[in-house]
Structure formats: structure tokens, C-alpha cells
């Protein structure tokens, strides 16, 4: 060993000078002749590629190796050679030999066809748009690269979508493996999510020979807007018979007439009303009017749903159809409601509203039999709403409430008569004729209480507004509170029939041809008896009220006025 390790690449003579010392430091000698101590090449090239050598071919310094000169195949076969008697020699199967992964999967890649959908906002053409794109997968370095194909006339910047790397697949710091992609899955590349709906040949090849199996392939979706944009094919359609203006000259005027009820009794405070539908022969439209009644309590607006077209189903419409920020139009419309689909005895929805047909009128009953042979027409048993007349409904009788007794009657009825209250209309000339004249009566209170006898009140009675008003003097050691007792107000009589006047009951009022001295007035459930009168009184009763002035009254105050002459003559002889 040691002269093996020693005399490699020195000439022989040298190894036969060192041959009996031990290989250690000071037994070996350098050759002073040797210039040369280049180390042989390890590699070697074919076809352009790099390929390690088995063994190096001379030692250092170009001198030739005297040993080991088999090569490690052919050591190898040695190893394995065994004498054979019958049948000879087998031959030994070839080593693997061991191939890089930069090497093997050089240029090999896998291809798989993807799509991803793209909301658009704030466009009325389309909502969404598919984008097609192409997944190249490198078995070289498991690097993934998305690239979508350049379409014409599209306006979105295209093609390299994501630059050739490895792709995180999750927060552990996974990458996407070509293990994880099949037809049918759906991938998530930086947050976008593409699926893979088809592959190439090659690429199927590949799973099936590492044991995946290959779904089929799938059909991508079609972008709504570029099938708009696609062009038609030609294709011959026979006209209809039906022509719109042929409809509007013969069924212009011409309207079906249906009696309907809707009954909402079942939402809260749902009731069960009548309306008219009307369904325009001339461009198949109609309108829903409501049956007014008499005090139904209702808003006066007769017209439910104004003329127009109205589908069979609103509800059956895409789902991505943004409702909450446009109308439908005749595009997401299916069908429209026709002649068809009313018949007596049958619930229509109109609007989402239920509305049950229970009779029709005369045009309408021979517009069926004639275009559908459609004969009976027997109405439903619904209580019909009364009709309104052509002048107005009838108004009923109106009728003011009793007096509360607070206040003055015709200032309380103003406010059953005007929405704003008004106040009562007054005799101006009268007012100003008679302003500052007043009948001054004195009286005293009749109760069963002995303190009110000796209580004295002064009753004015005011001409100019036929007003009552009662002060009561304040007396000393009375224990009672003097002044104003009640106000001016117009007194009513009490226990005398009422007076009607039109809508109006009216009770009959105190005038100063009542107050008769010693005659007995009650005023807001308080009696007095009259004592006196000024000396004016008499000649302001004979002078306002003249005939209608009753003879008691008049006497009483005749003979008053007598006492109180003699009075003031007795007073003048003392």
C-alpha cells in the first residue's frame, strides 16, 4: 500500500529506491527534474453537454498511472463473475445511473388551460368578464408561470400575467407542486383563484405516469359580453303574421274590463278591497284602479299601477341582475301578462299582488268567445262595493257635537266647521251703536247655604253683544273674597226647549226683557233673585226689545221705579 501511495505519478526507479521504508514524513523525495504538476481533467463534453469522467486518465503532471488501469464497470463485472456449467455466462443487468433533476427535466413542462372571473362595477354592457389564461408548470425547478393569450381589440393589457418563480401556496411556506394541480381544482395565486378546466397531452401523460388520475376536461364559461360582440350567424327566420300596426288600427279603444278583489287581510292592517283592471288590446298594456267607496278611509288615489307592460314572474331574472341599482328592461323580462292569462274564477298576480277575477263586462265576455270560445262567464258571490255617483259621493248629514259648556257656543262651533278656527262673526253695528251701554241689576244669591244670604252681587247686562257679566262688591267681615264672580259670556237658558237652525241647535239665551224684578235667573247652575234696577232700565227695555218686551217684566220695573221715586221724595221732605 504504502508503495502504491507513495509512486503515484514518480517514475519507477524511484519506487524501487523507497520501496522498504515506511510511508512517513521525511521517507518520500520530490523529483527536482519534475516541472510539471497539472491536475488531469474531470469532465468531459459530448454533443455540447458536460459529462463526468470515470477515472482520470494520467496522473499529475501528465505521468502515466501504472495501476488500476480497469475501469469500475469492468471491477464491477469482476465482482460479480461466477463460473456457470450448463448454461454460460449471463449477462449482468446494467447499474442506474444517477441523473440530476436540472438534467432529466430539462425543458420539460407542463401545460394546463385556466380561467378566472373579473367583477366590472359601474358598467350597464356587462357584470362580469372571463379571462382565459395558460399555466406553464417547469419540472426543471417546480416554477409556475401564468400567461394570458393577447385577444384583439379587447382594451386589457395582456400577456404575462405572472413571471416564472415558485408560488407560495400557504403561510408555512409551502410551494404549488405539480401534484396539486388536476383539471377541476381551482388554484390561488397571490390571492387570485384560477380553474384549471383543461391540459395538453403531454401533461396528461405525465400525471398518469406518476400515478394521478386526470379528470376529464371541462367546458369554460362564456364571457356574456364577447357574445355580444360575436358576430350573428345568418339564419332565415319566417316572419310572423303579427303586425303592431295592424294591432293598433283595429284594437285602438278597444280595453278588457275585469272586476277584481285583493284580499291583504292577512298583513297587518290588510283589508280586502275592489279595483278594476284594465288590459289594452291596442299594445297589451293595463292599468289597476281602485273601486272608491264611501268613508273607507283610504288615500284618493284611485290608480294602483299606472298603464304598462306587467311580467308573468318578476322574480324569475338572473341572480347577478343588480335590482337594487337598475330596472328591468325587456331583456331580463321573460314573458309579459296577455288576454290569456285572465279568466273569471282565477288569481292573477300583478306585481306581487294576488288578485282574484270575479266577473268582467260585456266586450270583454264576446272578445273571448269569439277569439278563444270561451262561454262561461258566470260571476262570482262577492259583495260588490256601492257605486259612486258621476257628481260626487253623497255627503252625509253633518251634526255638531254638544257644548262642552267651556267658552262661548259659537266659538266652540267654529272649530267643528273650519280646519282652522275661525272667530264668530259679530253685528258691527250694533257693537259700536251700543258700545258702553249696559242694564245694571242687583241681586242676591238663593242657596241653602246661610252665609250666601247676605251675599250681593250687581248682574250687568251689555247690549252691544247680548253678554252677561256678575261682579259681587266685597262686604267687611264677610269672610268672603269680593270681585268679578263671571265674566262677559252669553248665559243659556235653563229647561227651554232648543232652537234648531239649520244643522245647528241652538239654546235660547238671557235677554234684558227676561230680568223682571223678583223674577229668579240661573246662571251656570247658580240661582239669584233680582232685588233692583238702575232707573235706566226701563227706558233701554222699551227702547232695544220694545213690544217683545214681556207685561210682568215691564211692571216689575214700573213698580220699581215707583218705590224708588217715592224713596227719593220721602228722602227729600226729611
Known amino acids: 500500500?504504502?508503495?502504491?501511495?507513495?509512486?503515484?505519478?514518480?517514475?519507477?526507479?524511484?519506487?524501487?529506491?523507497?520501496?522498504?521504508?515506511?510511508?512517513?514524513?521525511?521517507?518520500?523525495?520530490?523529483?527536482?527534474?519534475?516541472?510539471?504538476?497539472?491536475?488531469?481533467?474531470?469532465?468531459?463534453?459530448?454533443?455540447?453537454?458536460?459529462?463526468?469522467?470515470?477515472?482520470?486518465?494520467?496522473?499529475?503532471?501528465?505521468?502515466?498511472?501504472?495501476?488500476?488501469?480497469?475501469?469500475?464497470?469492468?471491477?464491477?463485472?469482476?465482482?460479480?463473475?461466477?463460473?456457470?456449467?450448463?448454461?454460460?455466462?449471463?449477462?449482468?443487468?446494467?447499474?442506474?445511473?444517477?441523473?440530476?433533476?436540472?438534467?432529466?427535466?430539462?425543458?420539460?413542462?407542463?401545460?394546463?388551460?385556466?380561467?378566472?372571473?373579473?367583477?366590472?362595477?359601474?358598467?350597464?354592457?356587462?357584470?362580469?368578464?372571463?379571462?382565459?389564461?395558460?399555466?406553464?408548470?417547469?419540472?426543471?425547478?417546480?416554477?409556475?408561470?401564468?400567461?394570458?393569450?393577447?385577444?384583439?381589440?379587447?382594451?386589457?393589457?395582456?400577456?404575462?400575467?405572472?413571471?416564472?418563480?415558485?408560488?407560495?401556496?400557504?403561510?408555512?411556506?409551502?410551494?404549488?407542486?405539480?401534484?396539486?394541480?388536476?383539471?377541476?381544482?381551482?388554484?390561488?395565486?397571490?390571492?387570485?383563484?384560477?380553474?384549471?378546466?383543461?391540459?395538453?397531452?403531454?401533461?396528461?401523460?405525465?400525471?398518469?405516469?406518476?400515478?394521478?388520475?386526470?379528470?376529464?376536461?371541462?367546458?369554460p364559461p362564456q364571457d356574456p359580453y364577447m357574445q355580444t360582440r360575436a358576430p350573428l350567424e345568418f339564419s332565415h327566420v319566417t316572419q310572423s303574421d303579427f303586425d303592431r300596426t295592424r294591432q293598433f288600427l283595429t284594437m285602438d279603444r278597444k280595453v278588457l274590463r275585469f272586476h277584481a278583489i285583493w284580499d291583504d287581510r292577512g298583513e297587518m292592517f290588510g283589508d280586502t278591497r275592489h279595483f278594476l283592471i284594465h288590459f289594452y288590446l291596442v299594445d297589451d298594456t293595463l292599468e289597476v284602479r281602485e273601486v272608491r267607496k264611501q268613508n273607507d278611509g283610504y288615500d284618493p288615489f284611485p290608480c294602483l299601477i299606472g298603464r304598462g307592460k306587467i311580467p308573468k314572474n318578476r322574480d324569475d331574472i338572473a341572480r347577478e341582475f343588480p335590482l337594487i341599482t337598475m330596472e328591468m328592461s325587456d331583456h331580463e323580462v321573460k314573458s309579459y301578462l296577455t288576454p290569456k292569462d285572465f279568466r273569471i274564477g282565477e288569481t292573477v298576480k300583478i306585481s306581487g299582488r294576488p288578485f282574484l277575477l270575479y266577473d268582467c263586462d260585456k266586450f270583454t265576455k264576446d272578445y273571448y268567445r269569439h277569439h278563444f270560445g270561451i262561454t262561461d262567464f258566470e260571476p262570482l258571490d262577492i259583495d260588490r262595493p256601492k257605486a259612486v255617483s258621476a257628481s260626487g259621493p253623497v255627503q252625509p248629514e253633518r251634526t255638531f257635537p254638544p257644548h262642552d259648556g267651556l267658552g262661548a257656543m259659537n266659538d266652540t262651533r267654529s272649530n267643528c266647521i273650519n280646519l282652522i278656527p275661525k272667530p264668530p262673526k259679530t253685528d258691527v253695528l250694533k257693537y259700536l251703536e251700543r258700545d258702553g251701554q249696559m242694564l245694571c241689576y242687583l241681586a242676591r244669591m238663593e242657596s241653602r247655604h246661610p252665609e250666601d244670604e247676605k251675599r250681593r252681587f250687581i248682574i250687568y247686562y251689555h247690549l252691544n253683544n247680548d253678554t252677561i257679566s256678575i261682579d259681587e262688591p266685597p262686604q267687611r267681615n264677610s269672610g268672603i273674597i269680593g270681585g268679578k264672580f263671571l265674566h262677559r259670556t252669553r248665559v243659556p237658558k235653563k229647561g227651554q226647549p232648543i232652537i234648531t237652525t239649520g244643522m245647528v241647535d241652538e239654546p235660547q239665551y238671557y235677554t234684558g226683557a227676561d230680568f223682571a224684578i223678583g223674577s229668579q235667573i240661573e246662571v251656570f247652575h247658580h240661582r239669584f233673585i233680582l232685588l233692583d234696577a238702575a232707573g235706566c232700565v226701563l227706558d233701554a227695555v222699551r227702547e232695544v226689545w220694545g213690544d217683545s218686551v214681556p207685561d210682568e217684566t215691564i211692571a216689575s220695573l214700573e213698580i220699581n221705579q215707583d218705590r224708588k221715586t217715592m224713596k227719593a221724595a220721602r228722602n227729600e221732605d226729611d
Not at 373579473?118 to 409556475?144: C, G, M, N, P
Open 1 to 219: 500500500m504504502a508503495t502504491q501511495a507513495s509512486g503515484y505519478g514518480q517514475p519507477p526507479d524511484r519506487l524501487l529506491q523507497t520501496a522498504g521504508l515506511p510511508f512517513l514524513p521525511g521517507n518520500t523525495f520530490r523529483d527536482p527534474s519534475k516541472t510539471r504538476y497539472h491536475v488531469d481533467q474531470t469532465l468531459s463534453y459530448k454533443n455540447g453537454y458536460s459529462l463526468p469522467k470515470v477515472r482520470p486518465n494520467c496522473g499529475i503532471g501528465g505521468d502515466e498511472i501504472p495501476v488500476n488501469q480497469l475501469t469500475p464497470a469492468e471491477l464491477d463485472e469482476l465482482a460479480r463473475l461466477r463460473p456457470t456449467l450448463t448454461y454460460g455466462e449471463t449477462k449482468p443487468p446494467q447499474p442506474v445511473t444517477f441523473i440530476p433533476a436540472h438534467v432529466a427535466f430539462d425543458k420539460k413542462v407542463l401545460l394546463f388551460n385556466a380561467y378566472f372571473q373579473q367583477t366590472v362595477h359601474e358598467s350597464a354592457d356587462e357584470y362580469y368578464r372571463v379571462r382565459h389564461v395558460k399555466i406553464f408548470y417547469y419540472l426543471e425547478d417546480d416554477s409556475i408561470s401564468v400567461t394570458e393569450p393577447t385577444v384583439e381589440n379587447s382594451g386589457i393589457p395582456q400577456g404575462k400575467f405572472i413571471k416564472r418563480q415558485q408560488l407560495p401556496k400557504d403561510d408555512e411556506g409551502n410551494t404549488w407542486n405539480w401534484r396539486d394541480l388536476n383539471i377541476g381544482t381551482d388554484v390561488t395565486f397571490y390571492g387570485k383563484v384560477f380553474h384549471i378546466y383543461d391540459c395538453d397531452q403531454y401533461t396528461a401523460n405525465f400525471l398518469e405516469s406518476e400515478g394521478i388520475i386526470v379528470e376529464p376536461t371541462e367546458s
